[in-house]
């Protein structure tokens, strides 16, 4: 490729850094060389300014007014997706000079009405292509893949004297075939190291960009460097724009929220929870007492009166944000500016392009429904995505393949993308589209490929990878164009293992573990939980209580039901109001003492009543349920209930490590409750005295399985099946349902049946330390070890907080 002084190279955007480079490379300095875009040379040879999308689809919008309602096409005539398809098309219509049009039917009679209406309204493309460009000589245009609008140009240029940058430099063709998408691209790595191939003379074009992260992990495991041709990037002063703009199109709750947290991210945190919890801002916590009840705890309650305090002062903010109207632009423009003290270039082109786009409509806004096409239209502003420097392989699409690089690699060269389709969708479909003086979509087929096939011949080596099948085992359809144009079928490639699938290894090599659990001076301390969870995974104990990392903040909600406070206080308050015991009181005396204890939320949050209501008449079923089924156990087992825990704390030396085993046997949650059961005594128990069992009870219990029948065998004859009672299956649920909630028991000989099989069936208070001590064990052999390998129970990495370090190390073990 020879750069000539003097001259004006086209090429796109995303090639222009290595363009530069190039003439670089060639002249030592890049002067009396310009590089622009196809776009960027044709607006400077405009006289008229071109207008905006936005400011043309108003014109349509405006000119399809007078549609009858009959026109099928009437309910579409503001819908920007639409008037988009209406501008192409025209573009089109104008570039080819189309002046008839069929109406052979009620639907192209409909679209005549619409193309007749927007004929009169003038396009930039009129002007573009009658230009004598005197300077066409002087452009050299590099050689790529183009869309037809832009090949038009293309060609119009070329004939007023233009000429190609490109040279074929073509020497070699590869076609490979892989198993699948993923393996294709490890092909290609593999012939990136095996060829020694210079990174930064390779091209990568996907033909879906979205396996681009795939891509780079291949390249990432075997040490070579790329850059994306196209980086994701964003724009906090277009977002700003965005999020008022849809605010005043449709002011709610969630378009006020979205508004608040793109403007305010952090200062505004506050208040976005407080407007969550008082949805109008109007509520006055410090007139109202503390009550206690089971649903806002004391701490939180302050928790809200101090939010209400830190909120007052954006009263007036939120106030002049409702307040916004369509003359209100100015002070939404401000409102951004006030956010970006110091704006970068990006921002500040992009606060003008909407700004400049708002000036050209701003008279044809007469409703706020009217700002939807405005906002579409803010989708074309984006931040530069120009790159501050090339390293390494480049990765992007087919239409920056050109001869610039040497080696150019084509992943996904299948039926479906090569040379992939050309056909019209939509309104004006390719079925419209053949009817009229239009190229035929067989010709333009044939020129995409004849197109494709010179860009490829550019590049010294091409290499075309297809996938044999998709990640879900569908096959995948060889190109017929690529194999009759190479005259060879894809030779298959198996690529060489990675190292990025190495297991990671979680062995403490320079420290010992006994250092992350152990204080100064004191035995290490260890708990029922934490050895619990060892048992679940030795390296969740590991994370959590060795290296103590936090688990991810989860939003709380305010109004949460606190089991272990609200079944105490129904015990006590059904005794004191009504003189009776938790398994005498009815539905309604249920009902109504849970109401009792809801009333203060319902004062604090007036509008949450159907959702408070909705949780107190589930809460009330819940809790009939539990009371009839913890009945039996004072009434026939005579025991009495006390809110307390079985505490265990035990001094033990265990495999030489001195250990301070401590905690409770129950789940300390809050939509957990523990007691302690007593026997009934005449003079009264000692809570000193050893409890008969302790329960861990939530108003949630797991469903049961309730067989219907039940089958008996006699000698020598077949099995009867029996139908189970109702009776029968309730209570042998109950006995299910006390089993499971039983954490513990030191009942001895039981009499009755309901005694007699909890004593067998839940552990006693000796067992479950001896469990506990075991479990200290295995934990103290993994510390002398220095080894947590995460061997976990079936279905513990489920709700594990620490799944993202572990990653493809879990072995679960069989249980």
């Known amino acids: 490729m020879k750069i000539e002084d003097n001259t004006i190279l086209i090429a796109p955007s995303a090639l222009h850094l290595r363009l530069y480079e190039e003439i670089f490379k060639q002249k030592g300095s890049c002067l009396n060389i310009t590089v622009l875009s196809l776009e960027a040379y044709l607006n400077r040879k405009l006289h008229k300014p071109k207008p905006s999308t936005a400011s043309l689809l108003y014109d349509y919008a ?49 679209l005549y009405a619409i193309i007749e ?30 869309n037809d609008l832009n090949q038009y140009w293309v060609d119009l240029l070329k004939s007023k004297g233009a000429k190609e940058l490109t040279q074929p430099r073509h020497r070699h063709f590869y076609y490979w075939a892989a198993s699948n998408p993923r393996k294709e ?10 060829n020694k191939l210079l990174a930064d003379s390779v091209f990568i074009a996907l033909a879906k960009p979205e396996e681009k992260y795939a891509l780079a992990q291949a390249l990432d495991s ?26 005043l199109a449709d002011p709610n709750e969630t378009t006020r929220m979205d508004l608040l947290k793109t403007f305010f991210p952090v200062s505004g945190y506050d208040l976005r929870r407080y407007l969550d919890l008082f949805e109008n801002a109007d509520s006055n916590l410090s007139e109202i007492p503390y009550v206690e009840n089971p649903l806002i705890s004391e701490q939180d309650y302050a928790d809200l009166q101090a939010l209400e305090m830190q ?69 074309a502003l984006h931040p530069s995505s120009a790159l501050p420097e090339l390293k390494g392989v480049l990765i992007g699409n087919r239409d920056q393949v050109s001869s610039l690089f040497d080696n150019v690699f084509y992943i996904g060269a299948d039926a479906t993308n090569f040379p992939g389709h050309s056909v019209s969708h939509g309104v004006f479909g390719e079925d419209y589209l053949e009817q009229l003086d239009f190229p035929s979509l067989e010709s333009r087929m044939s020129a995409k490929l004849e197109q494709l096939k010179s860009v490829f011949m550019g590049p010294e080596s091409v290499y075309f990878l297809t996938p044999q099948s998709d990640y879900e085992g569908k096959s995948v359809e060889n190109s017929h164009e690529l194999n009759t144009w190479l005259e060879v079928l894809p030779q298959f490639k198996v690529s060489a293992e990675s190292s990025i699938n190495w297991r990671p290894s979680f062995q403490l090599d320079t420290m010992k573990s006994q250092m992350l659990y152990e204080k100064p001076d004191s035995p290490l301390t260890t708990g029922v939980r934490q050895l619990q969870a060892y048992e679940d995974c030795p390296l969740k104990n590991l994370l959590e209580y060795g290296l103590h990392l936090r688990k991810p903040i989860l939003a709380k909600e305010i109004i949460r039901l606190q089991v272990k406070e609200i079944l ?4 006590r308050d059904g005794f004191e109001r009504y003189g009776k015991s938790f398994y005498q009181l009815s539905k309604q005396e249920v009902a109504d003492l849970v109401n009792i204890q809801f009333g203060f939320a319902r004062q604090i949050f007036p509008d949450r009543k159907q959702k408070l209501d909705t949780l107190a008449a589930k809460t009330t079923a819940q809790i009939v349920w539990l009371f009839e089924n913890l009945a039996p156990l004072a009434t026939h087992m005579n025991l009495d209930f006390v809110q307390a825990d079985y505490h265990m704390d035990r001094k033990e030396e265990i495999q030489g490590i001195e250990m301070q085993i401590e905690g409770s046997l129950t789940r300390h949650s809050a939509s957990h409750a523990a007691f302690n059961l007593y026997p009934q005594a005449s003079e009264g128990f000692s809570m000193l005295d050893h409890p008969s069992a302790t329960l861990d009870l939530r108003l949630q219990p797991k469903a049961q399985e309730r067989p219907a029948f039940s089958l008996s065998y006699n000698k020598g004859a077949q099995g009867t099946a029996c139908p189970v009672s109702l009776q029968d299956a309730k209570e042998k649920g109950q006995m299910e349902y006390l089993k499971g909630a039983m954490v513990a028991q030191n009942l001895g000989v039981q009499t009755n049946p309901l005694g007699s099989f909890l004593s067998k069936k839940v552990p006693t208070y000796e067992a479950r330390e001896s469990k506990v001590l075991a479990q200290a064990d295995q934990f103290a052999k993994s510390i002398k070890a220095n080894d947590f390998i995460p061997q976990h129970k079936p279905s513990a990495c489920q709700y594990c907080a620490y799944k993202a370090i572990c990653r493809n190390a879990a072995i679960e073990r069989s249980e």
């Open 222 to 247: 075997r040490r070579i460097p790329y850059t994306f041709v196209s980086q994701p990037t964003t724009s906090k002063v277009l977002d700003c724009w965005k999020s008022a703009l849809r605010y």
């Open 117 to 146: 209406r927007l004929m009169p309204i003038e396009l930039w493309v009129e002007e573009a292509k009658t230009l004598p460009f005197e300077d066409a000589s002087q452009l050299r245009i590099l050689n790529t893949e183009t």
């Open 62 to 110: 405006a000119a399809l007014n007078s549609l009858p309602k009959d026109n099928m096409f009437y309910g579409s005539r503001k819908d920007y997706d639409f008037l988009k398809a209406c501008q192409d098309f025209m573009v089109l219509v104008k570039l080819h000079d189309i002046k008839n049009f069929p109406q052979d039917d009620q639907r192209q009679k409909d």
């Open 185 to 194: 691209m490890e092909v290609a790595a593999d012939a990136i190291v095996a």
């Open 311 to 379: 909120c007052t002062p954006w009263r007036t903010k939120l106030r002049e944000i409702q307040a916004w109207d369509l003359n209100s632009m100015e002070a939404i423009g401000q409102l951004i500016m006030d956010q970006f003290p110091q704006p970068s270039e990006d921002d500040v082109r992009i606060f003008g392009g909407v700004v400049d786009g708002w000036n050209q409509i701003k008279d044809r806004v007469k409703t706020r429904e009217d700002l939807h096409l405005f906002l579409r239209s803010l989708d």
């Open 568 to 571: 105490p206080l129904i015990m």
